[in-house]
C-alpha cells in the first residue's frame, strides 16, 4: 500500500522543494520466475511493456523535467515510455544498475537459498553480506546514490527527477539519502513492478513522501525480497 504524505512545504515555505520519483523497471521472465536478475540484462516481458506505459500516464502527470536510467534494458525501455509521453530525453547511468551478485544471478529464489542458505539468512539479517560474491549494499548505495544527487542539484526549483532502476537499487538509494542506518534498509518493503517511491526535499535534507505507489494487484517479484 502507498504511503503519502502530501501538501509538504520546503525549508522557509517557498514551494515545495525539489522531488525525486524512484520508479522500478517493468516485468521480465526472470521476476516471474523468481530469478536473481543483478545485472543481467533481461527485457520486459509484454506484460512489463503494459505496465511501463500505465505507470507512465500516471507519473507524466506529475510534470517530470528530467528523466535519468539504469542502462540495463529493462529499465531504459520502462524509462522509454516516460520520454515518449513527455518529450524528454533520457540519460543512461551503469551505476543505476541493480546489485550485481555474482554466482547468485540466474538462480531462483528457492535454488538460493538451497545452495547458500546461511549466506542469505545472513544478509536478510542485516548483515554485509556480498551475496554470490557480489557487491555489498552498501557499495551499491556509494556508486548509485551520487548519481542520483547530481541530477537532483539540476533541477530547477520546485523541480521533479524521474529516476528508472531496479529494486535492489532503489532500496540502498533511499536508505542512504534518508540516512538510515544499513542494516535498516531492510524495513523498506520492496518495490511492486513498474512502482515508485517519491522523496522530497525538506528541511533536514530528504524525506521519504511516497513508497510503492502505483501499486498493481501482484505481490513484489524481485532481487530484494
Not at 25 to 42: A, K, L, P, Y
Not at 43 to 56: K, S
Not at 94 to 108: C, F, K
Not at 198 to 217: D, F, M, Q, S, Y
Request: charged share 25%; glycine share 14%.
Amino acid at each position: 500500500m502507498a504511503v503519502s504524505a502530501t501538501g509538504e512545504v520546503a525549508a522557509g515555505g517557498q514551494g515545495r522543494g525539489r522531488r525525486v520519483i524512484l520508479w522500478r523497471h517493468g516485468q521480465t521472465s526472470w521476476n516471474v520466475e523468481r530469478r536473481f536478475q543483478g545485472t543481467t540484462d533481461v527485457e520486459l516481458t509484454a506484460a512489463g511493456v503494459a505496465q511501463a506505459r500505465r505507470a507512465a500516464r500516471l507519473l507524466v502527470a506529475l510534470g517530470p523535467d528530467a528523466i535519468v536510467s539504469s542502462d540495463l534494458g529493462r529499465a531504459a525501455s520502462t524509462a522509454a515510455e516516460l520520454a515518449a509521453l513527455t518529450g524528454l530525453e533520457v540519460t543512461l547511468e551503469e551505476n543505476l544498475r541493480e546489485t550485481y551478485a555474482g554466482v547468485w544471478q540466474g538462480l531462483t529464489h528457492e535454488e538460493i537459498i538451497a545452495r547458500y542458505g546461511d549466506e542469505y539468512a545472513a544478509w536478510k539479517r542485516g548483515e554485509p553480506v556480498r551475496r554470490g560474491g557480489g557487491e555489498l549494499e552498501t557499495e551499491v548505495a556509494d556508486r548509485a546514490a551520487p548519481v542520483v544527487l547530481r541530477h537532483a542539484e539540476k533541477l530547477p526549483e520546485d523541480g521533479t527527477l524521474v529516476v528508472v532502476s531496479h529494486g535492489g537499487t532503489i532500496r540502498t538509494t533511499i536508505g542512504r539519502l534518508l540516512g538510515l542506518e544499513p542494516q535498516t534498509w531492510e524495513s523498506l518493503g520492496g518495490l511492486t513492478n513498474c512502482c515508485w517511491s517519491v522523496l522530497g526535499e525538506g528541511a533536514r535534507g530528504w524525506r521519504l513522501l511516497e513508497h510503492n505507489a502505483g501499486t498493481l494487484p501482484e505481490p513484489v517479484l524481485g532481487d530484494d525480497d
